[in-house]
């Protein structure tokens, strides 16, 4: 008998990631934002290591802070919500 894994494989995280990606920029928020470029170090530390991560990224000029949780156990899907912040 096989046991399996559960966590993720790297094509699994990469397609959570890639969504949540994709989702980010289609609100319009450039790949140049600081906070983007931050975000996309951290998610690819993830998709490449599977590390899981919790934290908060600033999108200067939205007034929005992108709030995320990646987990790299099965069955649980990785997280992204936007919070307003009027201080940003």
Same mark, same amino acid.
């Given at each position: 008998?096989?046991?399996?894994?559960?966590f993720?494989?790297?094509? &699994?995280?990469?397609?959570?990631?890639?969504?949540?990606?994709?989702?980010?920029?289609?609100? /319009? %928020?450039? #790949? &140049?934002? #600081?906070?983007?470029? &931050?975000? !996309?170090? %951290?998610? !690819?530390?993830f998709?490449?290591?599977?590390? &899981?991560?919790? /934290?908060?990224? !600033?999108?200067? /000029?939205?007034?929005? %802070?992108?709030? %995320?949780?990646?987990? !790299?156990?099965? /069955?649980?899907?990785?997280?992204?919500?936007?919070?307003?912040? #009027?201080?940003?």
């Amino acid at each position: 008998m096989v046991k399996q894994s559960s966590f993720k494989t790297k094509i &699994e995280r990469q397609f959570e990631i890639i969504n949540m990606r994709n989702k980010i920029l289609d609100l /319009g %928020v450039s #790949p &140049e934002n #600081p906070g983007i470029i &931050e975000f !996309n170090s %951290v998610s !690819n530390d993830f998709i490449e290591t599977g590390k &899981e991560f919790t /934290g908060k990224f !600033n999108l200067i /000029g939205f007034k929005r %802070v992108l709030v %995320v949780n990646f987990k !790299n156990k099965k /069955g649980i899907l990785c997280i992204s919500k936007l919070e307003h912040n #009027p201080d940003i």
